[in-house]
């Protein structure tokens, strides 16, 4: 997969984008092809600015959770280290790449977002590793050991995901910047972290202290469908 594949993709919505490759200030230790912002000389024309927020590229930035979750995964390899991990939302696909840097067994990247699950496949041979491609989570593999999932709360109509998630996997490894009060007992707070989007959209500082929860599913429940 080569960035001009990514480059396509991108010019779906902004006609001058294109991707270069950069490590994200909150996980240095992943390359990735993120959106170039030295492309946006002078501001974007009407229909660019249309185009952007009628179908946003969320793959091509680095959002501050996923870089957070990314980070404690390459410190925290034995969470994953030869087990099947899932990263549901994949976007850029950094937390399935940091999976399988980590060790893990497989490392399946699930989006919905063909583009995204391009890039995916792209930045995890950019560090030298391979990752799984799913495109729905319906249609996941079984047998799952961990899901891991990064800023997938911002639509309330998501919260029921977290249950969803625990009785995919025996282990669930959730980062989150922007819903304080989870609303699952099952879900306990790691540690808090600092990072910004990348390239940085100069977002609401609250948006940049990301939380970490992990929750580990009763004997006898893991590993439903």
């Known amino acids: ?132 491609l799913c495109n729905d989570w319906a249609s996941r593999p079984d047998g799952l050991d961990v899901v891991a999932a990064a800023d997938v709360l911002y639509d309330p109509d998501n919260r029921p995901l977290l249950e969803a998630f625990r009785t995919a996997a025996p282990t669930v490894l959730l980062a989150d910047s922007r819903v304080k009060v989870l609303g699952d007992d099952a879900y306990r707070k790691r540690t808090v972290c600092e990072a910004r989007t990348w390239p940085d959209l100069n977002e609401f500082e609250e948006f940049n202290r990301v939380r970490i929860y992990l929750a580990e599913a009763c004997p006898g429940k893991a590993g439903g469908n």
């Open 1 to 132: 997969m080569s960035a001009e594949r990514l480059n396509q993709h991108l010019r779906k919505t902004l006609s001058r984008g294109r991707v270069a490759v950069s490590r994200p200030a909150g996980c240095r230790r992943i390359a990735l092809y993120l959106f170039d912002p030295t492309v946006l000389e002078g501001p974007l024309s009407h229909e660019e600015a249309q185009a952007v927020v009628a179908e946003p590229a969320y793959w091509s930035f680095c959002w501050a959770s996923g870089q957070v979750l990314a980070n404690w995964i390459l410190d925290n390899p034995h969470w994953v280290a030869g087990k099947r991990v899932l990263d549901f939302g994949s976007g850029s696909g950094i937390v399935a790449v940091a999976a399988a840097l980590a060790g893990a067994r497989e490392s399946v990247a699930c989006d919905i977002d063909p583009a995204a699950l391009d890039a995916a496949k792209a930045n995890a041979g950019l560090n030298g590793v391979s990752v799984t």
